[in-house]
C-alpha cells in the first residue's frame, strides 16, 4: 500500500516502513507526526484512489527517528579583476521520519 502525500509544498509518495526526510516545523509533537493532506492511496491490485484534492478521512502517520541537516552547499560570488570574492556555505534542516501507517 502507498500513499501520496503533500509537505511543504512537495508531494512524496510513501509507503508503511519508508524513512524520509522532510522540512522541519514548530510545534511537532516529539513521538508522532500525522500527514492530513493526502492527495492518493492506491495499493498494487487495486485501482489508486484519488483526492479532489484531498481524501476525507484519510491520513499517514509517521514517528520522529532525527533531525539531521543536509549536505552543505557552497556559494560563491566573484567579480573579476576587482579583488571581490565571497564564499558562503549553507546546511538545510531536516526531520527524519518513518512511515508507521497509512490510513484511509
Known sequence: ????IEDSGSQLKVSEGDIVEIDPREG???DQIVFDRV???GDGDQ???MGHPY???????AELIDEIRGEKLHV???KRRKGYRRKL????PYLRVKIASIEG
Not at 500500500?1 to 501520496?4: H, N, P, S, V
Not at 481524501?55 to 499517514?60: F, K, P, R, T
Not at 556555505?89 to 538545510?92: D, K, L, P, V, W
Open 1 to 4: 500500500m502507498y500513499a501520496i
Open 39 to 41: 492527495l492518493a492511496i
Open 89 to 92: 556555505g549553507h546546511r538545510q
Open 76 to 78: 560563491f560570488k566573484y
Open 55 to 61: 481524501l476525507d478521512g484519510a491520513s499517514v502517520k
Open 47 to 49: 485501482a489508486a484512489r
Open 28 to 30: 511537532v509533537d516529539k
